[in-house]
Each structure stands twice: as structure tokens, then as C-alpha cells.
């Protein structure tokens, strides 16, 4: 029973970090003008979606390591976990257009990694229900960006 519980409350974390995580992307993507008297605000969202893109490569980096031997593409992920920092680095030199773009893209791809690692069991169908509602929200703010504020800040 009490890992019954311990399991809640760490679920229930998950998701309120998780939407914390989307506070940056919503006053960075959606609310710029807030912003814009301290820094450039778009600048700054690649740089947190960068920082976001490292943190979900090290999130599958941490499945790869914990799971079995067994888990039959373990060292294609551990490879793959590596390449959200890289491709995130290189989104941050782009033109802020590009890098945003960019993001997009490699949030979609990050998505269909652990959708991979879904199907091959390694994550629970709740957490990736949360991704998929995660992931969509953050293209959004992303795209909203890019055609909202392009002509003001890019």
C-alpha cells in the first residue's frame, strides 16, 4: 500500500513540474511584450527550449541506463539521448526564426523517441499521455512565436 501511495504522489509531481516547465514557454512565446524591456524574449525561448530539449534527452538517457539488458534498442536510445543537447546547442547560433523552427522539430522528434520507448515498455501510458499533451502545448507556443511576434521581434 504505501508504494501504492509514494506512486501518486510522485505522479502528481510529474505533472505539476511538468506544467511549471511550460511557464517559461508560455511568458517567452505567448506574452513577449512582459518581457521585452528586460531582454529579447525570443532569444530567450530557444534558449529554454534548448535547455528543455537536454533535459528530455537525459530523461531517456536515465530509461536507457535503467533498463534491462534485455531492452533490445538500449544502446541505440543511450546514442539518440545524446543529440536533443547537441541539435538544442545549435538552435541557440541559429536566427532566432530558424531556431525556433528548429525546436519544433526536434520536440516532435523527442516525442516519437518516447513514444518508441512506449511501445517498447519503458514508459507508462499516463506519462505519455502527459507528453503528447505536453509536447502539443509547447509547438503551440513555439508556432504561435514564430507567426504571432515574428514581425515585432524577428
Known sequence: MVEKKSQV???KLIYVLGIAGLVPFCLLGLFPNFLKPLFEPLSGLVVYGALILSFLGG???GLSLNSVDTFPRKY???IVAVLPSLFGWVCVF???RYGIFALICFFAVMLAIDYG???AGQIESWYMKFRLYLTISVIFILATA????SDLYL
Open 117 to 119: 520507448l512506449y511501445r
Open 94 to 96: 541559429l536566427p532566432t
Open 9 to 11: 504522489t510522485a505522479g
Open 76 to 78: 541505440i536510445f543511450l
Open 146 to 149: 514564430i507567426f504571432v511576434w
Open 59 to 61: 530523461a531517456v538517457w
